[in-house]
């Protein structure tokens, strides 16, 4: 088959799909109005449907690279160089009561 073929069978369906849009009929209705293959209209449609679409830029393989985020150490040096890690809002009165206890 030669782009002339390709073409021309683009033309007729578009043509058709164009009809069928003012006719106000269903795709089903129309083809058995037409004697259209269903099937084959179906394809058509959306094939001229996506060619009429802007292109977007095509998506990878859908792999993200995923980079480490840097973590905050949330901890409390001491003078005496013990190290309390690990200190969070749902924490904080264990922390509280822990230093309470080392005073």
């Not at 980079?67 to 901890?75: E, K, R, S």
Request: hydrophobic fraction near 40%; glycine fraction near 8%.
């Amino acid at each position: 088959m030669d782009t002339s073929d390709i073409t021309e069978g683009a033309s007729f369906w578009q043509s058709h799909i164009a009809a069928w849009q003012q006719s106000g009929l269903t795709q089903k209705a129309y083809c058995e109005h037409q004697e259209l293959r269903y099937s084959t209209f179906g394809y058509w449609v959306r094939k001229l449907r996506r060619a009429a679409e802007p292109a977007t830029e095509k998506k990878g393989a859908g792999f993200v690279p995923v980079i480490p985020a840097t973590v905050q150490p949330t901890g409390l040096s001491l003078p005496n160089g013990l190290e309390i890690r690990g200190i969070e809002a749902n924490n904080l009165s264990l922390v509280r009561d822990l230093l309470g206890m080392l005073a």
